[in-house]
Every structure is written in C-alpha cells, then in structure tokens.
C-alpha cells in the first residue's frame, strides 16, 4: 500500500508540476468567466494588503462561497495572481491523487486505481478548464476526499470523532461550491441505506451531515448585503417559467441542458469530435455510456459516489446555463471514468472470475487514455508552445482560455488579442481617470478588479433609455467595447450600440481602432450639466468614430 501511494503521489506531483507550467501568468485568463469574482473576493478577505475602494465596494455584490478565496487571500493569490493559478494547479494535482485512492477503493485494485488517475491526468478538460481561477478544481479535491473518508467509515469501526472529520471536509467543499449540497445529501443518504443499527445511524450520522449545514447557513447570515443573489434569482427564474410556460417549457430547458452535458462530456475526452460516426466519438460515447451505467448501478447500491452523480447531474439539467456546462459538470467527469472502470471489472469477473478480471482491469484505461493523450499533446501542447508572443506587457496570446477553445486558430488567436486589448483598455482607464471616479460598463467588476475605480453597471438591454440609466448610476465616464463579457454569442447586439446614445451627455476622452481603423473600444467622460438638463434629445453628431 505504501509504494502504491508513492507511485499516486510521483504521479500527482508530476502533473501538478505540468499545470504550474501551463497555468502561471501574472493576468486572467478570460473575461467570460467567474475569476474576476473570486479574486474580488480575495482581495477584501486578505490580511496581508489593503483592498482597494473600488474593490471593497464591489465584493458584497459577489455572492460565490467563501472557502476558495480565503484560500488565494491566505496563500497569497490575492495580489499575486501567478499564486492564484498556482493553487488552482495544486488543487487539480491534489485531485489526481484522492481520485487514485477513491477509484482503489471503489474496485479493490491498486493498479486500477493508478490507471485511473492516470487517464484522469490526461483529460484534455481538465486542461481547458486549468487557466481560469476558479473553484472546480478546489472543490474536486474536497468532494474526492470526502469520498476517500466516507469510505473508510462504512468498512472500518469509526466514532463521533471520525463522523466530525467528515462534516468538516462536506463543510469546506459545501463553502467551495454551492453544488456540494448534493455531495452532503449523497453522504447523508449512503450512511442512512448502509447503517446496520437505527441507534448507530441516529448517534453519528448527524456529526457528517449538520456541519455543512449549520456553517453554510452561518456563511449566508453573516456575508455582505448587496447586489441579487444569482442563485436565487436563477431557481426562482426557472420556477416562474415553468409556473407561466407549464411542464412542456421546463422539459425543453432539461432536454437542451441533457444534451449540453453531453457535449461536456465529449469536450472532456476529445474537445472536438467532428461526425458521430467516427471512432473517436463511437469510443468516447461507449465509455460514457459505460460511466453513467455504472454510476446508477452504484447509486443503486447505496453508495455515495453514484448518488452524488445522479444528485449533481439532477441539478445541472435544470440550472439555466447550458453553455457554461463544460465547466460546471467538470466535477462528473472523473467519477464517470472511475466508473466505467469498475462496470467494466465487474463484467469481466461474471465471465472470466475476480483474480483475473483485477489483473485485467487496468489495461482498460488504455481506451480513454488513447481518446485523451492525442488531444493535449498534439492540440493543447501545440497551442500552448505557439502562443507565446507578448501581445502586452504580461499577457500573451497562449494566456487565454479561449484560444484553446476556439478551433480555429486564426479565430482563436483574434478572439485572445480582443480579451488582451480589453485588460489594457482597462489598464489605460485607471490612467486616465482619477481616483473615486464612477465607470459605466456592461461587466463593472473588471473596472474595480483591474481599473480600480468603482464599476457601474450598464444593462444592455436599455440602451434605448441611455439617459435614464445615466441619471439613476451617476457614471462619471462611460467605457464601450466590441465585446460584452456575459454575450459572448452576441445574442444582445453590438456592444458598441450604446455609444450613439450617450454621446448627447459625454465627450470623448480616447478610443481605440483595429488594423482596418473599425472602432474597437471608447472611453467616455459624462458632462453632469448636459445629462441634468437633457430631457429628450436626438443623439447629436461627435468627431468620435462610429462602429
């Protein structure tokens, strides 16, 4: 046992020392995602600086658990966002590790064990998912040894004491994400079914599953006031429609969020996968199919891992953000593979017996490690060993998660310098505008993270009611862009559209234009006078640019 925990620990060390690589940049990786958030966060939990005005005003409206970024505001990520990176890459070494040990106790084989965390290694979508600084990987970690620890509760004598440790690790990855609830229930449920004693089960359980509870409610009693509470808005959003649209909406929005998970998963093992008739896909489909299968048939028996799957994937088929899936169902994947692993084993020990079928087992993961090993050596690797130009100062293309997504490479490579020239843009804000200043802008918390001066929010849907919005913010300059953070599709329009409108009340102060001289981003200076005395005016002429 000893020598298998040093060959997962060499192994984990190994792949924890690729995604240091991989990951360490002094900026963030995307403007799409939810790291902005956390290191708001960070910033005004870190004991070790000050958190700017602009910052300190923003973090009450952030409405994330807290336990990650405590995590970067004690270790230093707060204002070192190389260290930020860093714990993300730490976190998913760490889960390469406790997956190792879970999928050991889930077959009873040390070799597949290792097999599978050695798949797990190599998922292209861990790789995707590694240059955000955000909470899967933090939250994997804990979710897996909450697993590893439940586990040697039902097979070994454990006390009040070891029920405690328990509820602490449920407690910090309940605190990491909010979607560890299901984890707590599956927990909860696993210990019920597989509790022998009535006594036993009404003396301990409640030592694993109250502190999760009794200390998210003490998170939600005592955080900031401020801002909607996405969560909430989110299920009572889901609720109203399905009250007013009735069944047949809510099963549309289930059906299209199924299919997103299953994209997720294809995006895990190949990233792209072109016709369902080619091998990559058929092979792909086979070992998900085999996952989920297995995933039941565990649930079935009453252990954790599979209804923790069933739990998570019942609450992602109705969570309104099907193209954010490839993050968010993140946490299955492992599990799903470990899975497949064990179905796998069982049904070569119905036909060929148990000692064979456990030396057979691991060679197994040859499948999904034949989908995965190409697809981050000859992609991901690719990619990353050619986006090294220094767009500026301290971003370079390979900096940003979307030139991985993004197939093709000149359209990865466009998007990425958009994303660049945005985190300069709002470099140049902070020069150009004073201290204290109010700044209008479709995301106002990329003003407060990285210009310092506090966001405001402009909502793009009233455009039209410019002026309204105006007065009711009080901006002090009005920042446009040719891309909107939250509409990566474009589905709102052209971001650029406000400009027409806001150009009675402000004048410009500076604008930037492409190669072809079309208007990319402009910064606005509100005149309170005109916007006090504007009533309805029609948009007057400006020497500024037109998109």
């Given at each position: ?150 586990h040697r509760l039902r097979v070994e004598s454990a006390s009040r004491r070891d029920h405690l440790i328990l509820g602490l690790i449920l407690s910090a990855a309940l ?54 509470d996405a969560y909430i808005a989110f299920s009572a959003g889901m609720a109203q429609g399905a009250a007013e649209h009735g069944p047949a909406w809510a099963l549309s ?295």
């Open positions: 046992m000893r020598r298998a925990h040093l060959a997962l620990g060499a192994l984990a060390l190994v792949a924890g020392a690729f995604a240091v690589a991989f990951a360490w940049q002094p900026g963030l990786a995307s403007i799409y995602d939810d790291s902005v958030s956390y290191l708001i966060m960070a910033q005004a939990f870190s004991p070790w600086s000050t958190a700017s005005d602009a910052v300190a005003a923003a973090w009450p409206a952030q409405k994330y658990p807290p336990l990650f970024p405590m995590l970067l505001a004690l270790g230093g990520g707060a204002s070192d966002w190389r260290i930020a990176h860093a714990w993300v890459a730490a976190s998913f070494a760490a889960s390469v590790f406790l997956l190792g040990i879970h999928a050991r106790n889930v077959t009873g084989s040390v070799r597949l064990g290792f097999a599978a965390a050695l798949a797990y290694a190599w998922l292209p979508g861990t790789w995707l998912n590694m240059k955000g600084i955000l909470s899967e990987f933090p939250f994997m970690a804990l979710a897996l040894a909450a697993l590893v620890w439940q605190l990491t994400r909010t979607i560890g609830i299901a984890l707590v229930g599956a927990v909860a449920v696993a210990g019920i079914v597989s509790s022998r004693r009535i006594g036993a089960r009404t003396r301990l359980l409640p030592w694993a599953v109250l502190p999760p509870l009794v200390l998210a409610g003490l998170w939600y009693l005592v955080r900031p006031k401020g801002g909607e929005i289930m059906g299209f969020n199924a299919s997103s998970l299953a994209d997720a998963w294809y995006n895990a093992l190949l990233i792209y996968w072109g016709e369902p008739w080619r091998p990559a896909f058929i092979a792909a489909s086979f070992v998900g199919l085999s996952g989920a299968t297995g995933s039941i048939a565990r649930a079935c028996k009453g252990e954790a891992d599979g209804l923790y799957v069933l739990a998570f994937v019942a609450i992602l088929v109705a969570w309104p953000f099907p193209g954010q899936m490839y993050r968010l169902a993140l946490p299955l994947v492992p599990l799903l593979l470990v899975h497949a692993l064990w179905l796998w084993e069982r049904v070569a020990a119905r036909f060929a017996g148990e000692e064979r079928a456990r030396r057979m087992a691991p060679y197994a993961a040859i499948l999904p490690l034949a989908l995965a090993v190409p697809a981050v050596v000859f992609y991901i690797a690719g990619r990353a060993a050619t986006g090294g130009e220094a767009v500026v100062p301290g971003y370079r293309v390979g900096d940003i998660a979307e030139f991985y997504r993004i197939p093709d490479r000149r359209g990865a490579e466009e998007n990425a310098r958009q994303q660049i020239a945005i985190f300069a843009d709002l470099e140049q804000v902070r020069r150009t505008t004073p201290d204290g200043a109010r700044v209008m802008w479709y995301a106002p918390d990329y003003v407060a993270l990285l210009a310092r001066r506090r966001g405001v929010a402009l909502a793009r849907r009233d455009v039209p009611a410019m002026a309204a919005q105006m007065r009711a913010a009080k901006p002090d300059y009005i920042y446009f862009a040719a891309v909107h953070p939250r509409d990566s599709a474009g589905r709102l329009g052209n971001p650029l559209d406000g400009i027409a409108a806001a150009l009675p009340f402000a004048d410009g102060v500076w604008q930037r234009v492409d190669a072809r001289g079309q208007l990319e981003s402009v910064l606005l200076k509100v005149d309170a006078g005109r916007l006090a005395n504007a009533r309805q005016e029609s948009p007057a002429s400006s020497t500024m640019s037109r998109p």
